[in-house]
Each structure stands twice: as structure tokens, then as C-alpha cells.
């Protein structure tokens, strides 16, 4: 850790005593008000104020072994960024976060903190809440973006050595922040029209502002990463034909892109559709709006079936296209829910109903092909699989009938097939998933590597840029023998 025994920071310890950190509530997060928010697309969290921020982050109680940190798979100095945003020096915060994090606004938004750094917060074990880290994150990259003195992380020279990154999601971006600082020739391979991979296509605007993705990538523009969009590895230009342009190693970051089905009867009746097909129309293709050419059905009675992070985004979306009523139909109850408990709250607040411990067996449609029922499958809970979750059951006889005329399914996303199929001698598991060792390389072709989703088969967003520091490193390492 930087500064750790600076003037500055002795003086900031000095300045308050622990029990009054600790004695300082945790600030919220200042919000749209539900109704306002629930048909519009503006962003729902709107950030903490100067004081606010500054209050927050008098609770750390700057450790001497900080924990938070071992939790952040980006390993990012918690510690220090916070202490400067303690002291006012909100610039500097930011600098500090970019020399691990090429996407801090981001992460400040849509990680899942309170599962990470802010699990291993030492407040939380003296019987207090967490230090808002996440919310701290956003304000000191927010307030870079917005004061125009943004800084640019140091590079070192160009060695002219070219690596190719394939996706431009969390984790290939991640991979070539840390690629370009240490001299590599990076370029960008995106499938899509537009860059950012699941940032763009996946999640909403009100959680996720376009402008806040498209500046940090800006930013790596400037620092000299290369983007090519509308270019499908596989298909548009092979791994070979990139291995001949000089690309002297590969990270393939091409992301979860197939959808499941549960394949039940009637999922092949008209607007019966998965949660990647809704939200890209959306997100990506503006279909919301009345000036674009998209289609997107806009239901009445939307059914959104899972009770991941990508359900909560479909079902809030869907409210703010004009649905009179959104359920969230999941076969576990709340509490084995994987999406954020933020969410949750924020879907809830906006009037989601929630209809937990039911499982569709069936879709009913009317004499067109459209969709107009789901029937459920009442359940309950048994013994815990092998996630640890309590398994569910159903309960014999207990089927419910609910009208729906959209019904998306959100329960969960493939590896997308193209890349890893494309490439001769790679070595992919059952599931479509790449094999990779420690360093995220591949255990055949030694200047392959891969992460994010389409080694995990389903990650969150700092997982995914956690994976492409790792490989960043690795592939470091490998071309510097």
C-alpha cells in the first residue's frame, strides 16, 4: 500500500478517534423517488454528495492489515483512495483507482461490494455496517469525469508487440488497461456495432448510464488501445489470420451470449423470449425508443422468470416500457435469490411483485400464437444441492395459473460457441466453457488466453476484470521470456 505511513494520513487517524468512526451511521445512497423512477430511464442512484462522500469515508478506520482489499479481485487500495476522499483530495482517489482499475465508474455501480470488499469490512464485525466502498468508488470517479481534469494512468513505451483481445466486456477491457500500460500494441476485436460487450447490451441505463461506459473507454482510447468493432472472431477473420497480422498471443473474452430455456411446453409461442434477446433490443438497439426501427413487444402483464441480477434488469425495464403489472416468478425463496440485495430493493420499491417458491411447467397461448398464461408449479424446499442452496420440490397437485402476455426468461446464459469452436486444438469443457490454468491460460495453445464468462460460464463484472488482470499479468510474463 501507498502512503500507508504519510504525514497525512497520521494526521487524518489523529484527527478522529475510532469510536467516533465507528459511531458515524453509514450514509445511503440518494435515490430517484420509486414512482418517478419507475418510467423513467434515468439513472436510479444518483451519487453522494461532497459532504456526504467525505463523511462516509471518515468511517474507515484505515486498518493496518486491510481486508477489504484481500476481497477486491482487482485488488484495488481501498484504504488509500478512501483516506484521500477523507482529506478532499477526491482527484487523487481517482488516480489511485486507476492504477488497478480501468473501469471504476463502472464497478462503483454494478459490482456486487457488499459480497466482496465490503463482506471483509471490519465494521461489520464490530456489529456496525460496512464502509460504503462501492458508493465511495463511483463518487471519486464521478467526480473526476465530471470536473474535466481527468489523468490518464502512466504507460510505459511502446515494445511493439501486438495482443489481440477478443470481446470488449469487462474482462477483455480490464485485460488491455493493463496490457497498454506496460507498452503492449492492443487492439480490441468486438463482435457488436458498439464497444462494451454486456456493459452496452446487458445492463439497463438506470443502472448503467451509456455515457459512464463510453468515457471509460475513452479513456483507454487515448492511452492508445486499438477497437475494431462489427468483427466476429470465427466467422469475419480467424484466429489464424490474426496470429499472421503479428498478434503474438490471444485473450479471449467473447463473454456468455447463448441463452437457456427450460424447455417446457410452449416456449416457442410468441413473445416467450430470453432476457439477453429483451435487453439488447433495449439497451443496444434503443428499441424503447420511438424514433428507432427496433421492435420490442411491450407487455401488459410481463412475467420475467429467474431471480438473478439480469431478471431484476428485465423486470424494471419492463416497467418503465409501460407494463401494468412485472412478477418475478423464481423456484427458490428470496433469501436464495443471487441478485443484489440493492435490487431486489429497488424493484420492490418500484412495485415488482415477487412470487417466489413457483416454477412455469407451462405456457398457454391464445388462438394466434401469443402467449397469454404461465402455469406454476407450486414449491418448497428440501435439502441443499451442490451450490449449498436448499433445493427446491415441488409440492404435489399445487399449480397456479397467472395471465402474461411478455414472458422473459432469465435463468442464465451459455458461453458463446463461435470463438473457442474456431480455434484448432483448443481444449473447451462439456458446458462450452475454455480450460484454462492459474493464469488464465489455455492448458494447449500457450498464447491463448481467456476469462470472464467464457471460462466460468457466469460471472459478475469485477469476477470478469479480476480474470483479465490475472491474464493481463500472464501474458506479461509469458511474452517477457
Known amino acids: 500500500m501507498e502512503d500507508r505511513n504519510a504525514a497525512w494520513r497520521t494526521e487524518l487517524r489523529n484527527s478522529i478517534k475510532p469510536k467516533e468512526r465507528t459511531a458515524i451511521e453509514r450514509i445511503p445512497m440518494n435515490e430517484l423517488d420509486p414512482d418517478y423512477r419507475r418510467r423513467s430511464r434515468e439513472e436510479v442512484n444518483q451519487g453522494l454528495t461532497e459532504e456526504q462522500a467525505v463523511k462516509e469515508a471518515s468511517r474507515c478506520l484505515d486498518c493496518g492489515k486491510p481486508m477489504c482489499t484481500v476481497g477486491c479481485p482487482v485488488s484495488i487500495d481501498i484504504p488509500g483512495f478512501i483516506k484521500n476522499i477523507e482529506r478532499g483530495e477526491f482527484l487523487e482517489a481517482a488516480k489511485i483507482l486507476k492504477k488497478t482499475s480501468a473501469l471504476p465508474a463502472v464497478c462503483g455501480r454494478v459490482c456486487p461490494q457488499e459480497?466482496?470488499?465490503?463482506?471483509?469490512?471490519?465494521?461489520?464485525?464490530?456489529?456496525?455496517?460496512?464502509?460504503?466502498?462501492?458508493?465511495?468508488?463511483?463518487?471519486?470517479?464521478?467526480?473526476?469525469?465530471?470536473?474535466?481534469?481527468?489523468?490518464?494512468?502512466?504507460?510505459?513505451?511502446?515494445?511493439?508487440?501486438?495482443?489481440?483481445?477478443?470481446?470488449?466486456?469487462?474482462?477483455?477491457?480490464?485485460?488491455?488497461?493493463?496490457?497498454?500500460?506496460?507498452?503492449?500494441?492492443?487492439?480490441?476485436?468486438?463482435?457488436?456495432?458498439?464497444?462494451?460487450?454486456?456493459?452496452?447490451?446487458?445492463?439497463?441505463?438506470?443502472?448503467?448510464?451509456?455515457?459512464?461506459?463510453?468515457?471509460?473507454?475513452?479513456?483507454?482510447?487515448?492511452?492508445?488501445?486499438?477497437?475494431?468493432?462489427?468483427?466476429?472472431?470465427?466467422?469475419?477473420?480467424?484466429?489464424?489470420?490474426?496470429?499472421?497480422?503479428?498478434?503474438?498471443?490471444?485473450?479471449?473474452?467473447?463473454?456468455?451470449?447463448?441463452?437457456?430455456?427450460?424447455?417446457?411446453?410452449?416456449?416457442?409461442?410468441?413473445?416467450?423470449?430470453?432476457?439477453?434477446?429483451?435487453?439488447?433490443?433495449?439497451?443496444?438497439?434503443?428499441?424503447?425508443?420511438?424514433?428507432?426501427?427496433?421492435?420490442?413487444?411491450?407487455?401488459?402483464?410481463?412475467?420475467?422468470?429467474?431471480?438473478?441480477?439480469?431478471?431484476?434488469?428485465?423486470?424494471?425495464?419492463?416497467?418503465?416500457?409501460?407494463?401494468?403489472?412485472?412478477?418475478?416468478?423464481?423456484?427458490?425463496?428470496?433469501?436464495?435469490?443471487?441478485?443484489?440485495?440493492e435490487e431486489v430493493h429497488h424493484a420492490k420499491a418500484e412495485g415488482v411483485r415477487f412470487l417466489t417458491l413457483h416454477n412455469p411447467i407451462e405456457y398457454l397461448a391464445d388462438e394466434k400464437g401469443r402467449v397469454k398464461q404461465v402455469r406454476l408449479q407450486k414449491m418448497e424446499l428440501g435439502e441443499p444441492d451442490e451450490s449449498g442452496r436448499r433445493k427446491p420440490v415441488e409440492i404435489p397437485g399445487a399449480i397456479e395459473t397467472l395471465d402474461a402476455d411478455l414472458v422473459i426468461v432469465a435463468i442464465g446464459v451459455s458461453p458463446n460457441p463461435i470463438v473457442p469452436s474456431s480455434i484448432k486444438g483448443l481444449n473447451v469443457t462439456s458446458k462450452g466453457t475454455i480450460v484454462v490454468n492459474d493464469n488464465m491460460q489455455s492448458d494447449t495453445i500457450p498464447t491463448i488466453f481467456a476469462g470472464g464468462d467464457i471460462v466460468r460460464g457466469g460471472a459478475t463484472v469485477i469476477l470478469a476484470r479480476g480474470d483479465g488482470r490475472k491474464a493481463a499479468a500472464a501474458i506479461h510474463e509469458y511474452l517477457s521470456k
Open 115 to 341: 459480497k466482496q470488499c465490503e463482506s471483509q469490512c471490519i465494521h461489520l464485525k464490530m456489529g456496525g455496517k460496512a464502509v460504503a466502498i462501492g458508493n465511495l468508488e463511483r463518487f471519486a470517479a464521478d467526480y473526476e469525469r465530471n470536473s474535466g481534469k481527468a489523468s490518464l494512468p502512466e504507460c510505459q513505451p511502446s515494445n511493439g508487440i501486438k495482443v489481440g483481445i477478443i470481446g470488449s466486456g469487462p474482462s477483455g477491457l480490464s485485460c488491455a488497461g493493463d496490457l497498454i500500460k506496460l507498452g503492449y500494441d492492443v487492439t480490441v476485436f468486438e463482435a457488436l456495432h458498439e464497444i462494451g460487450g454486456v456493459l452496452k447490451y446487458g445492463i439497463p441505463e438506470f443502472r448503467l448510464p451509456n455515457k459512464v461506459v463510453d468515457v471509460e473507454i475513452d479513456s483507454l482510447r487515448k492511452m492508445g488501445v486499438k477497437f475494431v468493432a462489427d468483427c466476429i472472431v470465427g466467422k469475419t477473420i480467424s484466429v489464424e489470420d490474426l496470429q499472421k497480422e503479428g498478434f503474438k498471443c490471444l485473450f479471449v473474452g467473447s463473454g456468455a451470449g447463448l441463452p437457456r430455456f427450460m424447455n417446457i411446453p410452449g416456449e416457442n409461442y410468441i413473445n416467450v423470449l430470453s432476457s439477453n434477446e429483451y435487453l439488447t433490443r433495449v439497451n443496444l438497439m434503443d428499441a424503447s425508443n420511438p424514433e428507432t426501427d427496433t421492435p420490442v413487444y411491450k407487455g401488459k402483464n410481463v412475467v420475467v422468470v429467474g431471480g438473478g441480477n439480469t431478471a431484476m434488469d428485465s423486470v424494471r425495464t419492463a416497467l418503465r416500457l409501460g407494463a401494468e403489472t412485472a412478477t418475478i416468478v423464481y423456484r427458490r425463496s428470496e433469501q436464495e435469490m443471487p441478485a443484489r440485495l
